[in-house]
């Protein structure tokens, strides 16, 4: 599977982006996708998931009612969209692909199979 994460930028605290991340290969619906981010001398850190089957979601805190995970199959693409995007938003944000359509500690990156090259998020106050 290869990941093409796209749509990042500079956007004004409070604005909105919208990430996409396209999948190669004939098995996405079968997987579990998240979305990490990771800033400036700080560790890729979890900010959402969705189930391969289901299309269950998770969030971290932070991002909790301002984020939104979502996945066309068809289009074998996964999306984030960011509203009310804050500062410390700022990173670069990757996308993964987890072979298992669900599980309990999907907030882990060492378990996703696949991961995008990034896109750099940047909010200006």
């Known amino acids: 599977v290869q990941l093409q994460a796209s749509g990042g930028g500079l956007a004004q605290a409070g604005g909105s982006l919208r990430l996409s991340c396209a999948a190669s290969?004939?098995?996405?619906?079968?997987?579990?996708m998240g979305w990490f981010r990771q800033a400036p001398g700080k560790k890729r850190e979890f900010v959402a998931r969705?189930?391969?089957?289901?299309?269950?979601?998770w969030y971290a805190e932070a991002v909790k009612g301002r984020f939104a995970i979502s996945r066309d199959n068809a289009k074998n693409t996964v999306y984030l969209e960011m509203n009310t995007l804050k500062p410390e938003d700022t990173a670069v944000y990757y996308c993964?692909?987890?072979?298992?359509?669900?599980?309990?500690?999907?907030?882990?990156?060492?378990?996703?199979?696949?991961w995008g090259q990034g896109t750099q998020v940047t909010v200006s106050s």
């Open positions: 993964a692909a987890d072979r298992m359509p669900a599980r309990s500690n999907y907030f882990m990156a060492r378990v996703y199979d696949y």
């Open positions: 290969g004939r098995t996405f619906s079968n997987y579990g």
């Open positions: 969705i189930s391969g089957s289901t299309a269950s979601t």
